[in-house]
């Protein structure tokens, strides 16, 4: 009998596993699981979250720019903290690439988390720099709760209304459109290369009494499907009500596509997903997408889906 | 003309120019360039510290367990923090690996991470895994002050006594000793798998008023290089006080080695390197090796040293 692989597990068995091996301590709130992690010291709550990008994988040299790379990596990272209704404070930095990567390109990719850091007030404060066979780069990123309340992924109740705020789709739809050789719509190859997280509504669905939140980043449907799994509920999405922008629907027109693929599966964009107690009144850029319901799993009546549910990067 | 490599200017080259693109904000008391960066969070200050361990390059499978490697990957980064008088509260990791990497290796690993967090009352709080060419583990250390002064690189006075504290050379020596396809002696080679850093001395030193620390890392005439540099002074050491092991000597002794050699450019033992004032009583563990002066550099006179004064990820 041969060792199982992380490739017969696939990324969410794997997790699963790792996080039955760590311990806690008095320090940690929120352990490993969530967005992000939170841990309490002294007075103060900090809430800490990692992300790994890998050319050819996350990124290619080919499609994007290093400071959009940069922008990318950073914008991941925060797109977390924001999930948990919290602020970037700062973040740090691991490069590993061959030796033959140029000084120009690394300063661009500075430049780019640099970039998006100074943009939510945020600083980049420190790293390291390694060799390796394939770039990668490691984010950690650092930050507050905005308000008094931090959301978890496992608070969703029967009955909360199930909503989104961002843009769904458009970087799965870029990258189907750089996968094919082409450089345009423009916009959507721009947002594969460079994603535009709603950081100001994550501190508003706290205020608003969010039960649940997470970033989408593996895909609406797997991502619905950590809340439920995590609340141990079920959610009910509404096929008609997923928001399908303009962009999207005529990009897979023209590429002969399934748009609400795309927006259903595809992830990258930092979009967040939230649950609210039914009658709250949703923040701006929140839309009702479905509902809470007693039971497991995420259910789109109507719409039956080709392929995985979202991205496994030991698996596609 | 082509453009520069990181290849061309080294590890160093790059740090320092990507240090120049960085920002600051108010948060930041110290920023990137010393052994952590340190953030203000309300009434708490926090220490944090990145680095990168890449298969082939920080280890070999074939020789370290994953549990060794995980140990190796936290104690690294734990060091740093040490290095500035604080203590570990958790740490993140993320990990790339190729689909055929067996899961009990990765669990290995994690377990590694969490038995030398769990030592000294920290966790491993969560993290990444993603698919990559070559095993690639990216550790963040968070960490609080210990007492209420912290140790930079930057305060070493004329006048103030260099000490040292913990093992040098011995993971050096290990490295030579199964480089060569030895295995043994066993002590030296166990010391360049898990190093044993040591914890306790960091917050001792802070406390016995050390002026300067640093993690001795890249091999102590490197790190104390980085000491002169960030202070402005120059660092003369006395080549008769430098601690060489019995275990050292006689591994030099068995493989035809100058001890010296390993003592004075081997890093990854993760000792300290910090200057007091003149008349401090050391702590317990310190033996003083040098002195502070006007100038620049790291002298030690009598000694003629063969290579470069420490290791460049880039360049060797």
């Keep these: ?155 969703a109740q029967p009955g909360d209304v199930v909503a989104v705020c961002g843009r769904l789709g458009w970087a799965a739809a870029g990258l189907a459109v750089l996968g094919r050789g082409f450089r345009s719509p423009r916009v959507v190859v721009d947002a594969h290369r460079r994603p535009r997280p709603p950081y100001e509504a994550g501190a508003l669905a706290g205020a608003a009494g969010a039960t649940a939140m997470i970033d989408v980043s593996d895909g609406l449907l797997a991502d619905l499907g950590h809340v439920a799994e995590a609340s141990g509920v079920q959610i009910v999405l509404d096929v008609e009500r997923l928001p399908i922008d303009d962009q999207i629907r005529e990009t897979a027109s023209a590429f002969n596509a399934d748009p609400l693929g795309w927006v259903i599966s595809g992830g990258d964009d930092h979009a967040l997903a939230a649950t609210f107690p039914a009658g709250a009144t949703l923040p701006a850029g929140f839309v009702a997408v479905g509902e809470v319901v007693a039971g497991s799993g995420v259910e789109v009546p109507g719409y039956r889906h080709i392929g995985a549910p979202g991205f496994d990067h030991f698996r596609e």
């Design 1 to 155: 009998m041969s060792a199982q692989t992380v490739g017969d597990v696939g990324e969410f068995g794997l997790i699963a596993a790792l996080q039955m091996r760590l311990k806690t301590t008095a320090a940690v709130e929120v352990p490993s699981g969530d967005d992000a992690a939170v841990l309490r010291l002294g007075a103060d709550r900090l809430v800490v979250s990692t992300d790994m990008l890998v050319q050819d994988r996350h990124f290619r040299l080919e499609w994007s720019t290093p400071e959009e790379i940069g922008h990318k990596a950073a914008a991941q990272n925060f797109a977390d903290l924001t999930a948990m209704a919290a602020r970037p404070v700062a973040l740090t930095a691991a490069i590993a690439m061959p030796a033959e990567t140029t000084v120009e390109w690394v300063l661009g990719v500075v430049d780019g988390l640099v970039a998006e850091a100074e943009m939510l007030g945020a600083a980049v404060v420190g790293g390291d720099v390694t060799r390796a066979p394939a770039i990668t780069i490691s984010v950690t990123a650092l930050g507050v709760p905005v308000g008094s309340r931090l959301v978890r992924r496992s608070g």
